[in-house]
């Protein structure tokens, strides 16, 4: 039930140091969690998502209005509204399940220290007839005061990390969990708009898809249900055709599938599109399947194989309404969203300037590496991007410039591993991770072009082929 990525669970702390979490956090080593010191400014914030579906921690290191980077993350399913039916309320089962796995992550948080915690509970708590009771008691038992979002700010939140990691000034944000499903429009980088329906994984399986697998009669039950929810908000808020971007365990996880059957080269999922015929034939295979069987697919997560066919049905129906031909997939969201407002907190909303060229520097400032003045990366830039202009132009050139830019101020990142091969190692931490706002194919030439600045006969050297953006 309980899981950590990136290695075993610290020792448990004890009870009394979870009393102090909301108010007085234990400022023990951050190291503990990634190596990031509390001196220059950075500080350590961890951030708690109460999902319906899962319940995840996320631990960062931010140097305000700079850079930032993820430490750590914890993840459980919880299903804390599984079973809530009519009631409307949060079983004794499902909430206990809930607190053991909060006191699980006080404890954690407690024994490696961090600066803030910000913590925040989605629609199962939301929409609970008891959720103030479960708060009450994640308060007490795990001495976590947690904040209920309510359906436009948790959209809002989650747009903003897209707007924050996409290079686009007017779309649509789809965010899929368990308990709600959120629309959000975006115009001009700002949420102008947002809403929330009961239209989340395990929401829509409790109530649509009974048989293993759905019957044809649950599953068209279930679309014309989503279908007359969403239909009108794309119509009267004039959001039809715009790009659409989703987020969100089944997003992911359908994303997670469409690669594996693409054969992708590079496997990031941020920023990787689907289009509509090819998440045609995922649905399909999805719904068709068993429970068994979908956990037995190596793209989807096997703790997900209860809920993944309503899920891939609500987010199909969606993608129908908006009328677009693709689904781009964000691989940041609600945690993300919370995070940019302290990274930026004397903006708001919390927008970086140029998601771009937050991106390049983001990933260089980062590292921790410090240029010497005149190899500093700012001045490379220049000098480079002097030279461009001087030779004659090639078409407009300005995505060409770009590219040579970025690639400029990342010219010797490879040397936080070692000065020797720098060049290949800039190329591999680049590449090590999606670099929002580029396409995969404009990441790849960066890298590439740090990878052979300096000698070499430049090939795609295991990148695989690069089709056009």
């Keep these: 039930m309980f899981r950590r990525r990136g290695g075993s669970a610290p020792a448990a702390a004890g009870t009394e140091a979870r009393h102090d979490l909301t108010t007085g956090v234990a400022r023990t080593a951050a190291a503990a969690v990634g190596?990031?010191?509390h001196d220059d400014g950075v500080k350590t914030i961890a951030i708690l998502d109460v999902g319906s579906n899962t319940t995840k921690l996320c631990v960062y290191a931010v140097k305000q209005g700079v850079w930032w980077r993820q430490l750590d993350e914890l993840r459980a399913v919880v299903r804390l509204n599984s079973g809530s039916g009519e009631s409307g309320a949060l079983t004794d089962t499902a909430m206990e399940r809930g607190l053991a796995v909060l006191e699980r992550f006080a404890d954690y948080l407690a024994s490696v220290g961090v600066d803030v915690i910000r913590a925040t509970a989605t629609s199962a708590v939301r929409d609970a007839t008891n959720g103030a009771e479960f708060?009450?008691?994640?308060?007490?038992?795990?001495?976590?005061?947690?904040?209920?979002?309510?359906?436009?700010?948790?959209?809002?939140?989650?747009?903003?990390?897209?707007?924050?990691?996409?290079?686009?000034?007017?779309?649509?944000?789809?965010?899929?969990?368990?308990g709600s499903a959120q629309l959000s429009l975006i115009r001009?980088?700002?949420?102008?708009?947002?809403?929330?329906?009961?239209?989340?994984?395990?929401?829509?399986?409790?109530?649509?898809?009974?048989?293993?697998?759905?019957?044809?009669?649950?599953?068209?039950?279930?679309?014309?249900?989503?279908?007359?929810?969403?239909?009108?908000?794309?119509?009267?808020?004039?959001?039809?055709?715009?790009?659409?971007?989703?987020?969100?365990?089944?997003?992911?996880?359908l994303g997670n599938y469409a690669l594996?059957?693409?054969?992708?080269?590079?496997?990031?999922?941020?920023?990787?599109?689907?289009?509509?015929?090819?998440?045609?034939k995922l649905v399909s295979r999805v719904v068709k399947a068993t429970i068994a069987e979908r956990g037995q697919i190596a793209a989807l997560s096997s703790d997900r194989a209860d809920i993944i066919a309503?899920?891939?049905?609500?987010?199909?129906?969606?993608?129908?309404?908006?009328?677009?031909?693709?689904?781009?997939?964000?691989?940041?969201?609600?945690?993300?969203?919370?995070?940019y407002e302290f990274l930026l907190p004397d903006r708001r909303p919390a927008l970086v300037a140029d998601v771009r060229r937050f991106a390049i520097d983001n990933l260089r400032g980062r590292s921790g590496f410090s240029w010497p003045l005149g190899k500093d990366p700012s001045h490379v830039e220049a000098l480079a991007l002097s030279i461009y202009d001087a030779l004659p132009a090639l078409g407009d050139g300005a995505q060409e410039r770009d590219l040579l830019g970025a690639a400029a101020r990342l010219h010797d990142v490879g040397k936080v591993v070692d000065y020797?091969?720098?060049?290949?190692?800039?190329?591999?931490?680049?590449?090590?991770?999606?670099?929002?706002?580029?396409?995969?194919?404009?990441?790849?030439?960066?890298?590439?072009?740090?990878?052979?600045?300096?000698?070499?006969?430049?090939?795609v050297n295991g990148l695989g082929t690069l089709g056009r953006p």
């Design 420 to 459: 020797r091969d720098q060049h290949k190692h800039g190329l591999g931490l680049i590449m090590s991770e999606p670099v929002p706002g580029y396409s995969q194919r404009e990441q790849a030439l960066i890298a590439l072009l740090v990878r052979y600045q300096r000698s070499g006969k430049p090939s």
């Design 135 to 178: 708060l009450a008691r994640a308060k007490g038992r795990a001495g976590l005061a947690i904040e209920t979002l309510d359906g436009e700010e948790e959209a809002r939140l989650g747009a903003l990390a897209v707007a924050n990691s996409f290079a686009l000034d007017d779309m649509v944000v789809l965010d899929v969990g368990g």
């Design 35 to 37: 190596g990031a010191a």
């Design 260 to 280: 594996q059957l693409a054969g992708a080269p590079i496997d990031f999922l941020h920023g990787y599109s689907v289009d509509t015929r090819r998440l045609a």
């Design 310 to 339: 309503a899920g891939a049905v609500v987010v199909h129906e969606v993608v129908k309404a908006a009328g677009v031909e693709a689904l781009a997939l964000s691989g940041q969201g609600l945690r993300e969203g919370l995070l």
């Design 188 to 253: 001009g980088r700002r949420v102008v708009e947002a809403r929330s329906w009961p239209l989340g994984a395990v929401a829509t399986t409790e109530r649509f898809l009974r048989s293993d697998p759905p019957t044809k009669q649950e599953l068209a039950s279930l679309r014309r249900h989503v279908r007359r929810s969403v239909e009108g908000w794309f119509t009267g808020a004039g959001a039809t055709g715009l790009p659409l971007v989703g987020m969100g365990g089944t997003v992911r996880n």
